[in-house]
């Protein structure tokens, strides 16, 4: 009897989660767990990197953040945005007020990464819609040029690198947006945030992706999506945030996309990245994602990561 060989080890793969894997989806919301038991509970699941998660969930004072991740044993990757540049100048001094407070409290804390994701074009709770789903072409350089300067601001004032995250019910969210903007913007300055169950759910394909703009891939995350749900969501044009509610995003490995050819096909790219964890479940029990986040954990081991 032979032995099988052992799983390669995705060694330039680093794993993460984040408390939108807890059901986190605003700084402050009753249904959503205390950031204290977020901490304790993604230490005790095996994971050392976090996100920041929405600006104000985590302590904002440096000193107390830096304590409470560092007795856990927890560091951070990345902070996060919401930007809605495509509106042009106009919104330039609001979305970085917004950004440099994010980005001030992730190099605090030794991150090096800036999760950027565009603004919704209809409510991620209500549904409502705010504006059309398409961009005029206007709106299309709006959205790159303005990308392009955050990202150069971004790394000059605080050594950060954004990456940019398609998002379902935002302008770039399909292939075709996906690589209309890449196409548009400067590799040197906007990197993208792969998310492959979002880009699951706008029907494009992660590993594709990667083969064939591997060189703006600065950064992953781990989510999948269930299909049976997914077809009825797309055939009645349910909005993301109750898709969500309707468990459209699913624990690994019972949805799509494989995360095990994701992963093989970004340690191809034969550069560091994080691999962070997010399983939109808002609004969730709170004992819902102990369990679920510890055997995620112990699955992405399984693949070598």
């Avoid at 709006?142 to 950060?160: A, F, I, K, P």
Wanted: glycine residues 8%; charged residues 25%; proline residues 8%.
């Amino acid at each position: 009897m032979t032995s099988l060989p052992p799983q390669s080890s995705l060694s330039r793969i680093r794993i993460g989660s984040a408390p939108d894997s807890w059901g986190v989806w605003f700084p402050d919301d009753p249904r959503q767990v205390p950031w204290q038991r977020f901490l304790d509970e993604v230490a005790a699941s095996g994971y050392e990197w976090i996100e920041l998660g929405p600006y104000g969930y985590l302590p904002t004072d440096r000193a107390v953040l830096a304590e409470e991740t560092a007795r856990r044993g927890l560091k951070v990757s990345a902070g996060t945005v919401f930007t809605g540049l495509h509106h042009g100048g106009a919104v330039w001094e609001k979305t970085w007020a917004h950004v440099a407070d994010n980005a001030a409290l992730a190099q605090a804390m030794g991150a090096r990464h800036l999760v950027v994701i565009p603004s919704f074009w209809r409510d991620d709770k209500t549904g409502e819609v705010l504006e059309p789903d398409t961009l005029t072409p206007e709106q299309w350089r709006n959205l790159t040029s303005l990308t392009e300067r955050l990202g150069q601001e971004v790394r000059e004032r605080y050594g950060l690198r954004i990456v940019v995250h398609p998002h379902a019910d935002t302008h770039i969210d399909s292939e075709e947006n996906v690589v209309r903007f890449l196409d548009g913007t400067d590799s040197s300055l906007v990197s993208l945030c792969l998310d492959t169950g979002h880009y699951a759910y706008c029907g494009g394909d992660s590993v594709k992706l990667i083969e064939t703009y591997g060189e703006r891939i600065g950064y992953l995350h781990l989510k999948q999506v269930d299909p049976e749900i997914l077809a009825d969501v797309r055939a009645n044009e349910v909005p993301f945030g109750p898709a969500v509610a309707r468990g459209v995003m699913c624990e690994p490995p019972s949805g799509v996309p494989a995360l095990g050819p994701v992963l093989e096909a970004a340690q191809k790219l034969d550069v560091d990245l994080f691999a962070i964890v997010e399983q939109d479940m808002y609004p969730c029990d709170p004992d819902t994602p102990l369990p679920i986040a510890k055997r995620t954990r112990a699955f992405l081991r399984s693949c070598g990561a």
